[in-house]
């Protein structure tokens, strides 16, 4: 690849963004996959041990069984009810046709 990856064309607008990118977060370069990985690793293994995250849930904690059982019955009845919708726009659809129908008739 070689310098066929590096900006040319504007390398100073470039190098004037750059710097203030890296001037207001904090950011990494680096130069093979593998320093990618370790370095996500790195950051979620810190994100783990940082006990002020808020709403992170452990997979040890599990769910509460009645919010579980409330969520079942919520899918539920949100089967239902799009069932019902779906037979409901197909009756409509029907009484449409037949309304139509009605007044070409008269």
């Known amino acids: 690849m ?3 990856i590096l900006e040319q064309q504007y390398e ?3 190098r004037l963004f750059r710097e203030k990118v890296t001037s207001k977060i904090n950011v990494h370069f680096f130069a093979t996959p593998q320093e990618v990985k370790l370095a996500v690793l790195g950051t979620l293994q810190d994100h783990r041990r940082n006990p ?22 919520t899918l539920v009845m949100s089967e239902t009810l799009r069932h019902e919708m779906e037979e409901l726009g197909k009756r409509y659809k029907d009484f449409e046709a037949r309304r139509c129908q009605d007044y070409a008739l008269s």
């Open 12 to 14: 100073e607008k470039y």
């Open 2 to 4: 070689g310098t066929a």
């Open 52 to 73: 002020d995250l808020i709403g992170w849930i452990s997979a040890a904690e599990g769910i509460d069984q009645a919010l579980k059982r409330r969520l079942e019955e």
